[in-house]
Nanobody, 117 residues
Framework: QVQLVESGGGLVQAGGSLRLSCFVS???????MGWYRETPGKQREWVATSNAGGGANSVDSVKGRFTISRDNAKNTAYLQMNNLKPEDTAVYYCNAKSLFTSGLEYWGRGTQVTVSS
């Protein structure tokens, strides 16, 4: 069973930065890596995606502030979050989608990010 373990969350003041990491227990070169976030009472929201071929994209609300990256040699994906805002407060989840098997994906257990004003 593939496991994803997120780390790097915490409490930060508005304007601060955090770097989330997602270690995956398999070769991530064949996975599309993504970050999502969820707040109480809301649906889980897509934040950013790192494609296996090197491209990346993100939701408009974080463009220019968040950067997704990956290190295939370390089987780890990252989310660098700068200029954090209170509305970024959420549980952040890492996701891995298989390139070759439709519908096969894995989730981490999440890491809490809290931004104080």
């Amino acid at each position: 069973q593939v496991q994803l373990v997120e780390s790097g969350g915490g409490l930060v003041q508005a304007g601060g930065s955090l770097r989330l990491s997602c270690f995956v227990s398999t070769n991530i070169a064949v996975y599309i890596m993504g970050w999502y976030r969820e707040t109480p009472g809301k649906q889980r929201e897509w934040v950013a995606t790192s494609n296996a071929g090197g491209g990346a994209n993100s939701v408009d609300s974080v463009k220019g502030r968040f950067t997704i990256s990956r290190d295939n040699a370390k089987n780890t994906a990252y989310l660098q979050m700068n200029n954090l805002k209170p509305e970024d407060t959420a549980v952040y989840y890492c996701n891995a989608k298989s390139l070759f098997t439709s519908g096969l994906e894995y989730w981490g257990r999440g890491t809490q990010v809290t931004v104080s004003s």
